[in-house]
Nanobody, 121 residues
Framework: QVQLVESGGGLVRAGGSLRLSCVAS????????MGWYRQAPGNERELVAV???????NYADSVKGRFTISNYNADNTVYLQMNSLKPEDTAVYYC???????????????WGQGTQVTVSS
């Protein structure tokens, strides 16, 4: 069994910063990618940032230059540093990971429980 546990959300004023963290634990053979998604009320869940095992990253256009996703290989922990936050960044942020639980086994997708980020104007 694999768990993703997020922390670091909260309330911040526009222009401020937050750092989210996500720890993957359990029966993990390899992590192929870890990333962050977010969902605001009435909206679909959207990709924020992703880090692939080889080091490549992808960001939503709306967060480029403001958010940075860390590497995760050392301790199965990924961070999302969010700077210059805007009210439109308000959402529940979810950690996501694609994980192999055994050698040559299938890849499964896992989600964290979500952490609320609220940016006031």
């Amino acid at each position: 069994q694999v768990q993703l546990v997020e922390s670091g959300g909260g309330l911040v004023r526009a222009g401020g910063s937050l750092r989210l963290s996500c720890v993957a634990s359990g029966s993990i053979f390899s992590i192929n990618r870890m990333g962050w998604y977010r969902q605001a009320p009435g909206n679909e869940r959207e990709l924020v940032a992703v880090r692939h095992s080889g080091g490549d990253t992808n960001y939503a256009d709306s967060v480029k230059g403001r958010f940075t996703i860390s590497n995760y290989n050392a301790d199965n922990t990924v961070y999302l540093q969010m700077n210059s936050l805007k009210p439109e960044d308000t959402a529940v942020y979810y950690c996501n990971a694609y994980i192999n639980t055994r050698y040559s086994g299938p890849e499964f997708r896992y989600w964290g429980q979500g952490t609320q980020v609220t940016v006031s104007s």
